[in-house]
């Protein structure tokens, strides 16, 4: 009896759904409080962010005939490995298990905690029972980390059991973000008591880096940020005709998201100066009590603390697809390739990535968003890359968005990504090293499965 396989059950909408709810979520609610404070001037901080939706539109347009060509769930891995061969498939495909999607889940559970910290203080971050180390390998225990890790439970119990629920839910949490970012953009600005005068106010930098490299520094804030937007790709193989509906899924979700993060962004300064910005990790809760006083700012924290569930469940959802894709080509653990036979869901990829994320739960929120950055950075380059090489190949599809104006497109994503990792090394050694070295590891453990397998198939041969 054949073992069960993925289904295509996703819909258009559902797989928009996903890129969204992907990308609408940690960053865009909890980087704004870092950029204030590392950039200080307006200018430089919406600046930021349109280059960072540029770039993430760029990426999505690349990947868009990438997944085309390969609709077949995994992403990343499946690009690299069909370009570079099966060691760089599996090393994207294990950092993106850990630093795509299980440090991510990670961070956004964090910070639903941090916004539900506005009526329950004892789940803020700054509320620890216990901390020892500092930066990426400090090890933090409090009531964030005891609400994220019962989140993340409840949310991976509600993807094992069927991805139509998982869709259903993730279509009814997105409308809710959706809803609720557009009454707190429209509310903002009708009904809000902000200041246009603050988009003139400079603030005092806290950081000591000139500001053209603090600017490639921050790019890895907003890279977070805009992260997901290459969702789709990893559940194409669960797509109904991906040919057509990858593209536009990718498209029209990342040009959503981005012109959403610009309207956000001018609430949040409209609300208050990049001064009073500063360092803050729940600036929709600042920004909502600025505007609309303590008990509306309250309504809306609890709105985004729901809307962040949004970004949770779509990684649990899409996450355990690069592990299962991975496993069922021997690149990793083999219990990942099952398949539930009764709910069709990767039900052991599913449990490994949230047990990993729960434990990723343990540290700092900046420390997570420089390592998640500085490593999906990485390997998206290398993901773009790869188009140089595979457009050389018989019957390759070119899409028309990415033939315009052929090769500027590619060529301006990798040297902006690269000079993001030179400056990420410089600036930021410790964690670039442990993400460097996270890196290595994959390469490390695919030559050992290689031995593993050769091994088992020599005792095999001599039975």
């Not at 989140?151 to 869709?167: D, S």
């Not at 208050?272 to 505007?291: C, D, E, H, Q, W």
């Not at 030179?422 to 600036?427: A, P, Q, W, Y």
């Amino acid at each position: 009896m054949p073992s069960p396989t993925l289904a295509r059950q996703i819909s258009l909408s559902a797989a928009l759904a996903l890129v969204v709810s992907n990308m609408v979520g940690t960053g865009i609610f909890t980087t704004p409080g870092f950029l204030a404070r590392d950039l200080g001037d307006p200018t430089l901080y919406f600046a930021i962010w349109i280059t960072g939706g540029l770039i993430a539109l760029i990426g999505a347009l690349c990947y868009s005939e990438l997944g085309v060509n390969f609709p077949s769930s995994g992403g990343e891995y499946v690009f690299l490995t069909q370009a570079f061969g099966p060691v760089w498939g599996f090393m994207t495909g294990w950092t993106s298990f850990l630093a795509g999607f299980a440090a991510p889940v990670a961070a956004t559970s964090l910070a639903f905690a941090d916004y539900t910290g506005y009526f329950f203080p004892a789940f803020q971050a700054a509320n620890l029972f216990w901390q020892a180390g500092s930066g990426l390998l400090s090890v933090q225990v409090g009531g964030a980390q005891v609400l994220a890790c019962a989140i993340i439970g409840i949310v991976t119990v509600a993807n094992l059991f069927g991805v139509q629920r998982a869709a259903a839910l993730q279509k009814v949490l997105t409308g809710l973000k959706l809803s609720v970012i557009g009454a707190f953009v429209v509310l903002g600005f009708t009904a809000g008591t902000g200041s246009w005068g603050n988009f003139s106010l400079v603030s005092i930098r806290d950081s000591t880096v000139p500001l053209n490299s603090q600017f490639a520094i921050s790019l890895f804030y907003v890279y977070v940020s805009y992260s997901g937007w290459n969702a789709a790709t990893y559940i194409a193989e669960e797509m109904h005709d991906p040919v057509k509906n990858l593209p536009r899924a990718l498209a029209i979700g990342t040009g959503l998201v981005t012109v959403l993060f610009f309207l956000l962004n001018l609430v949040f300064v409209y609300a208050a100066p990049l001064g009073a910005m500063k360092g803050v990790v729940a600036i929709g809760s600042l920004a909502a009590s600025r505007l609309f006083g303590s008990q509306v700012g309250g309504l809306f924290s609890a709105l985004i603390a729901i809307a962040l569930l949004a970004m949770v469940n779509a990684m649990m959802t899409v996450g355990p697809r690069v592990a299962y894709a991975m496993a069922r080509n021997g690149a990793f653990f083999r219990a990942a390739a099952k398949v539930d036979p009764q709910w069709r869901t990767p039900a052991p990829a599913i449990l490994m990535q949230a047990l990993v994320a729960m434990l990723l739960t343990f540290t700092t929120l900046p420390s997570l968003f420089f390592f998640i950055g500085f490593t999906l950075n990485f390997f998206s380059v290398m993901s773009v890359a790869s188009l140089f090489r595979l457009r050389r190949r018989p019957g390759w599809k070119r899409l028309k968005p990415v033939s315009w104006l052929w090769p500027v497109q590619p060529v301006l994503f990798i040297v902006i990504g690269v000079w993001m990792t030179l400056f990420g090394i410089t600036l930021e050694p410790r964690i670039s090293l442990v993400a460097c070295a996270l890196i290595g590891i994959g390469a490390l453990l695919y030559q050992r499965q290689l031995k593993g397998a050769a091994s088992w198939q020599r005792s095999s041969t001599a039975k």
